[in-house]
C-alpha cells in the first residue's frame, strides 16, 4: 500500500546516519575530483584549436546541448558572453520549429552531448554544414557521430558518474562545465579582456559599481559641502559640521583652496586641551592638509584610501586644490561601492 511504503521509507531515512550521508559526499567530490584530474591531464594541441577557432569567430558562439548537457550549455554560453566573447544558447529540440534562424554564417557552434548522439543535436548537422560554420563538440565518446562530424572534438569522457547507479549526469556535466570554463578563460585572456571590461557587462552587480563608479558620481555638492575659514570659532565649525553630518568640515581660503580639514577626532583632541570653544579659531585645531580625492578617481579608490588612513569622510579637490565635493563611507555603502 502506499502508506505503508511512505511509512518505511520514513523508518528508513530516519535509520541514516549522518556519517553514511558524508561518506556519499565525500565519495561524490572524489569521483568527480579525479574525473577532473584525468580531464586536465588529456588537455592538449586539440584544446587550442578549439580557442582558435573561437577567438576567429566573428560572430557568435551559439552553445546548445538537451537535457542535462543543455543546462551545462545554459552556463557556458553565459560565461563566454560575459567574459568577452559573445554567445547565446540554442535549444536543439527548438531550432527545428524555426530558431535556426538565428545561427549565421559568422558564428560558431560548441555542441554538448555526453553520448555524442543526442538526436535533436544531430538534426542539426546538415543545417550547420550547409552554412559552412564551424563546429566544436564537447563529448565523451570519441567515436561518436557528434564527435566525428566536428571540426574539433573536446573529449570530456569520465570514468564513472558520481550516481551509485553511474547513471545520473554528474561527473559527467561538471567535466562539461569546466572544460567550459577553462575555454571561456583561455578566451579571456587571449583577448586580453579586463577586470574594468567585465564591470562594463555587469554594470547592475556589485563588481560594476566598484569598478565603474566615480567619486563625482556620489560625492556631496553645492551647499551640503561643509566649509570654514582658518579665523572660524570652533563653534561655529561644529555647527557647520552638524549642519551637514558630514563628520568634518574643510576649512578653505577666499579663493576656496583647501588648507585644512577638522573632524570629530580634531574636535576629542581640541576638548582634551580645554580650549575656549567659542574663541578657538580654525586655524589653531585643524589638520593641516587632509586627506583629500579627485573626483575622477573610482569611488572604490576612496574607500581603500579610507580604510588604509582610518578616516570616515574625505574632501574631493579639483587639480588646484579647491573643495568641489566630500564624501563619506556612508555615501560609499548608499552606492554598492562598500
Known amino acids: 500500500m502506499p502508506g505503508a511504503r511512505a511509512m518505511m521509507n520514513a523508518v528508513e531515512l530516519s535509520a541514516t546516519s549522518d556519517e553514511t550521508l558524508l561518506?556519499?559526499?565525500r565519495?561524490?567530490?572524489?569521483?568527480?575530483g579525479a574525473a577532473l584530474a584525468a580531464l586536465r591531464e588529456r588537455l592538449d594541441g586539440v584544446f587550442a584549436r578549439a580557442c582558435r577557432l573561437c577567438l576567429k569567430c566573428s560572430g557568435r558562439i551559439v552553445v546548445?546541448?538537451?537535457g542535462k548537457?543543455?543546462?551545462?550549455?545554459?552556463?557556458?554560453?553565459?560565461?563566454?558572453?560575459?567574459?568577452?566573447?559573445?554567445?547565446?544558447f540554442l535549444h536543439p529540440?527548438?531550432?527545428?520549429?524555426?530558431?535556426l534562424g538565428m545561427l549565421t554564417r559568422a558564428d560558431l557552434v560548441l555542441a554538448l552531448s555526453n553520448s555524442g548522439e543526442?538526436?535533436?543535436?544531430?538534426?542539426?548537422?546538415?543545417?550547420?554544414?550547409?552554412?559552412?560554420?564551424?563546429?566544436?563538440?564537447?563529448?565523451?565518446?570519441?567515436?561518436?557521430?557528434?564527435?566525428?562530424?566536428?571540426?574539433?572534438?573536446?573529449?570530456?569522457?569520465?570514468?564513472?558518474?558520481?550516481?551509485?547507479?553511474?547513471?545520473t549526469p554528474t561527473a559527467s556535466t561538471t567535466a562539461a562545465l569546466v572544460m567550459g570554463d577553462a575555454l571561456a578563460v583561455a578566451l579571456l585572456e587571449a583577448r586580453g579582456f579586463s577586470a574594468e571590461d567585465f564591470a562594463r557587462s555587469h554594470p547592475g552587480g556589485s563588481l560594476g559599481r566598484r569598478l565603474l563608479l566615480r567619486v563625482e558620481d556620489i560625492m556631496r555638492r553645492g551647499e551640503s559641502l561643509p566649509r570654514v575659514s582658518l579665523d572660524t570659532p570652533l563653534s561655529d565649525a561644529l555647527l557647520e559640521m552638524t549642519r551637514t553630518g558630514l563628520g568634518l568640515t574643510a576649512v578653505v581660503d577666499a579663493q576656496q583652496r583647501v588648507l585644512g580639514v577638522f573632524s570629530d577626532g580634531d574636535l576629542r583632541r581640541a576638548l582634551d586641551r580645554r580650549i575656549d570653544l567659542h574663541k578657538t579659531p580654525m586655524r589653531e585645531v585643524m589638520t593641516a592638509g587632509g586627506r583629500r580625492i579627485a573626483a575622477h578617481e573610482l569611488a572604490a579608490a576612496a574607500a581603500a584610501l579610507m580604510e588604509a588612513h582610518r578616516v570616515n569622510a574625505l574632501l574631493v579637490t579639483d587639480p588646484e586644490q579647491r573643495l568641489i565635493g566630500a564624501l563619506n563611507i556612508h555615501d560609499l555603502m548608499r552606492a554598492g561601492v562598500v
Open 23 to 25: 561518506q556519499a559526499a
Open 27 to 32: 565519495r561524490t567530490f572524489e569521483i568527480e
Open 64 to 66: 546548445s546541448g538537451m
Open 69 to 88: 548537457s543543455g543546462h551545462i550549455a545554459h552556463k557556458i554560453a553565459a560565461t563566454l558572453s560575459s567574459t568577452g566573447s559573445p554567445a547565446f
Open 93 to 99: 529540440g527548438e531550432a527545428s520549429h524555426g530558431d
Open 118 to 167: 543526442t538526436a535533436e543535436l544531430l538534426a542539426l548537422l546538415p543545417h550547420i554544414k550547409r552554412l559552412a560554420v564551424p563546429l566544436i563538440a564537447l563529448t565523451g565518446n570519441p567515436l561518436s557521430t557528434l564527435a566525428q562530424t566536428a571540426d574539433v572534438h573536446l573529449d570530456v569522457a569520465v570514468p564513472q558518474e558520481a550516481c551509485p547507479h553511474n547513471l
